[in-house]
């Protein structure tokens, strides 16, 4: 039988007759019901009655998922950004407005102590103390970014807004990493599309093939190719960085930027291919379930053999 768990959110008593029963809920009492009573409840007891879910129950613990932040220093939209403040003129005995860049403009560490404040406790005597907690250190590192509890994270992006306005914007609520996200084992030319991908207006730099053209015209090594082709890698992974935390930008699927690269749709089996499961749950997949072609609604179970799954693979 289902449940439901029921608040009284007033400082009345709230009832219901169901069935010929009397059933109560006093003042900010929680209690659980059944299905047709709960709903009973809610449609008579609108808005004075509401629904206990999951969430309110880890408020009410304190057991809250951590935040992601992230130290976006150097951003695109902070580089050409500027602050207009007033400014008074003794000389003249006037105001007048300035304009003055973003102090954020470049890179840097964000550095701040969390002082956690006060804990009580019950002293020898009997008298009621407080002890100091030790204040926590927090820095997050340009191009980085942070998991924290709910309530630094809070704290931070808060201290982040009371800042002087040159220096607003440090930090933002980050977005989870994904699962298909760049990083410096791709390609060099598989980042720029990427880039490319996410900001056609953005300066992609060379591709691989002309960096060592390059290396070559200088007559360098070629290690010296390899190491134009990091630092070409590790500069796109800064640009990238800004789009991949920011939530106000939206990411690829692996499957839509293959084909935006391929120039049209995927069929079922590249698709398949890129989803995230493993060789084996992919094949077990194939092989437990398949359509049948006379009946599509019916799952019929297909038994391979082993050369069977090993050629799927």
């Not at 390609?187 to 060592?212: C, I, V």
């Not at 992974?237 to 991949?244: A, D, G, Q, R």
Request: glycine fraction near 6%.
């Amino acid at each position: 039988m289902q449940l439901k768990t029921l608040r009284n959110v007033t400082s009345f008593e709230q009832s219901i007759v169901f069935k010929g029963t009397k059933l109560t809920l006093d003042s900010g009492e929680e209690s659980t019901f059944p299905l047709d009573v709960a709903t009973l409840f809610l449609e008579e007891c609108d808005g004075l009655v509401q629904e206990v879910t999951m969430d309110d129950i880890e408020a009410q613990f304190g057991i809250e998922e951590p935040l992601w932040i992230a130290n976006v220093t150097g951003a695109p939209w902070l580089r050409d950004k500027e602050v207009t403040r007033q400014r008074y003129d003794r000389k003249e005995r006037r105001n007048f407005l300035e304009c003055e860049p973003m102090e954020n403009s470049s890179p840097m560490p964000v550095k701040w102590v969390y002082q956690p404040g006060m804990q009580e406790y019950m002293g020898t005597d009997g008298g009621l103390l407080a002890l100091n907690l030790f204040p926590q250190k927090f820095t997050i590192p340009p191009f980085r970014r942070l998991q924290v509890p709910m309530d630094i994270g809070r704290w931070m992006l808060r201290r982040d807004r009371q800042q002087l306005a040159t220096m607003q914007g440090c930090l933002i609520k980050s977005r989870k990493p994904s699962h298909f996200e760049p990083d410096e084992s791709w390609p060099l030319d598989e980042m720029r599309l990427y880039l490319q991908f996410l900001d056609s207006k953005a300066d992609t730099g060379r591709s691989e093939a002309q960096l060592r053209a390059w290396s070559k015209n200088k007559k360098g090594k070629e290690k010296d190719a390899e190491l134009e082709v990091r630092r070409a890698k590790r500069g796109l992974m800064k640009e990238l960085f800004y789009y991949l935390v920011n939530p106000k930008c939206k990411l690829p699927t692996k499957v839509q930027f293959e084909e935006w690269k391929k120039g049209a749709p995927l069929d079922e089996e590249e698709q398949f291919a890129m989803s995230d499961l493993s060789e084996w749950e992919r094949a077990d997949t194939r092989a437990v379930t398949k359509l049948s072609k006379d009946d599509p609604s019916q799952i019929t179970k297909v038994e391979l053999s082993k050369d069977d799954v090993e050629g799927l693979l």
